[in-house]
């Protein structure tokens, strides 16, 4: 199918940044959220953001024309007459199986649907549906405008022209995609979970301070960030989830360490807080 409109739901985090990206990349898009607040909120976001591309010479549109072309609403239902409705809502599970059953029961037959869920299993998703072919993962990193990979999560039931257009909707939103069959923590979270629990694994025995296990991932192996820094950034809790969902389902190299349970439970919990690994109340 070729792709023409978008439909969004949740306007939060990262649903902001996907309707952003549907705008800047020419589709007719659609926001809903079950907050009015939040949508005026992702509109300002919105606007701006297309505002600091244009004058970054990234996107040659009108800001206020793009923004007035885009449909905010607290309506789910209108998210239906969509080519392809991505969800942003938050991570739990009896949440999304419950957004897509409503949805499924008013969008078009061959309306494509995507989770950008990062760590719930498609399938499970899926399954509150009756669109397994038409059904992925859409797995977007924040911040949206800055980040060029888009994930793309496939069950046993996709097809392959829900793949292909997904690809196409990618590229033209000026993302990157790969392919990833499902499986938890997809390609991306799985990765970055097990190198942040071996770093939390070296400073339990003492191999260098967090300072240095990061200043040598940086500068040694060119990642942009250090393993503690992007912890933080992450928040201490939610990769905790991450890493107890992993070690039940993938084995014990990626059960947590006691000192990452010990900073989660003594709430340093990251970036957010003002201190995790680091103290950034201090800077
Ligand atoms: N934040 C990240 O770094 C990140 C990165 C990749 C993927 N994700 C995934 O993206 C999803 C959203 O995360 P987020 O960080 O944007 O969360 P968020 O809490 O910032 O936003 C979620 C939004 O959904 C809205 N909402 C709640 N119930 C709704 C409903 N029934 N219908 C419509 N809207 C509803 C909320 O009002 C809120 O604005 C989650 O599945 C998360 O795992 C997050």
């Known amino acids: 199918m070729d792709v023409q409109s978008i439909a969004v739901v949740g306007a939060g985090t990262m649903g902001r940044g996907i309707a952003y990206a549907a705008v800047a990349g020419g589709f007719r898009t659609l926001l809903t959220d079950v907050s009015e607040e939040i949508l005026a909120q992702a509109q300002t976001y919105i606007r701006e953001s297309l505002q600091g591309a244009k004058q970054r010479g990234k996107w040659d549109g009108d800001p206020d024309q793009a923004v007035a072309a885009l449909t905010l609403t607290p309506r789910l ?15 739990d599970i009896r949440l999304k199986v419950e957004t897509f059953g409503k949805l499924d029961r008013v969008a078009r037959p061959d309306c494509i649907f995507a989770s950008n869920t ?3 299993s498609i399938s499970e998703i899926s399954a509150a549906t009756m669109r397994g072919p038409r059904f992925l993962g859409m797995h977007f990193f924040n911040p949206v405008p800055k980040m060029k990979l888009v994930e793309l999560v496939y069950t046993a039931e996709t097809a392959e022209e829900t793949l292909a257009a997904a690809e196409a909707v990618a590229r033209k939103m000026g993302k990157q995609t790969v392919r990833v069959k499902e499986s938890p923590g997809f390609a991306t979270s799985r990765i970055n979970a097990l190198i942040g629990n071996e ?10 301070t967090a300072e240095d296990i990061d200043k040598a ?37 990626f059960k947590p360490t006691r000192t990452h349970i010990e900073h989660v439970q003594a709430g340093r919990l990251g970036r957010k807080v003002g201190r995790g690994i680091y103290d950034y109340k201090k800077k």
């Open 77 to 91: 239902e209108e998210a239906a007459a969509a080519d392809l409705v991505i969800e942003a809502v938050p991570e």
């Open 118 to 120: 990062s760590s719930l």
């Open 199 to 208: 770093a939390f694994r070296m400073l339990e025995e003492g191999i260098a």
């Open 217 to 253: 991932v940086k500068l040694g192996l060119n990642h942009p960030m250090g393993p503690f820094e992007m912890a933080d950034l992450v928040g201490l809790d939610v990769r905790l989830g991450v890493l107890e969902y992993l070690h039940r389902t993938l084995g014990e190299r």
